[in-house]
């Protein structure tokens, strides 16, 4: 099993910055990728940024590119989202989740929630 826990959430004003972290513990050779996905009230849930473990090849949204960036440190077992010129649409719960692959994301955190005023 593997356990993901998110933190770094909170209230920010629009333009501001927050960085979240996904800290995974358990069996942590079980993954190939991870990610970072958002849920906001009344909406699906979104792809927001992914990471592949061995190599760091990083994705983006297009909603999220130029303004986020995902990394992570392989001997922590911890992933980061840094997120600048933050916006009130990117207001959501931030949710880690890890993988095999891009279409099988077989873990998640509980979630984190990121609150933008305008």
């Known amino acids: 099993q593997v356990q993901l826990v998110e933190s770094g959430g909170g209230l920010v004003q629009a333009g501001g910055s927050l960085r979240l972290s996904c800290a995974a513990s358990?069996?942590?050779?079980?993954?190939?990728?991870m990610g970072w996905f958002r849920q906001a009230p009344g909406k699906e849930r979104e792809f927001v940024a992914g990471?592949?473990?061995?190599?760091?090849?990083?994705f983006y949204s297009d909603s999220v590119k130029g303004r986020f960036t995902i990394s992570r440190d392989n001997a922590k077992n911890t992933m980061y989202l840094q997120m600048n010129s933050l916006k009130p649409e990117d207001t959501a719960v931030y949710l880690c989740?890890?993988?095999?692959?891009?279409?099988?994301?077989?873990?998640w955190g509980q979630g984190t929630q990121v609150t933008v005023s305008s």
């Open positions: 358990g069996h942590t050779l079980s993954w190939n990728v």
């Open positions: 990471i592949w473990w061995s190599g760091g090849r990083t």
């Open positions: 989740t890890a993988g095999v692959d891009t279409s099988n994301y077989n873990y």
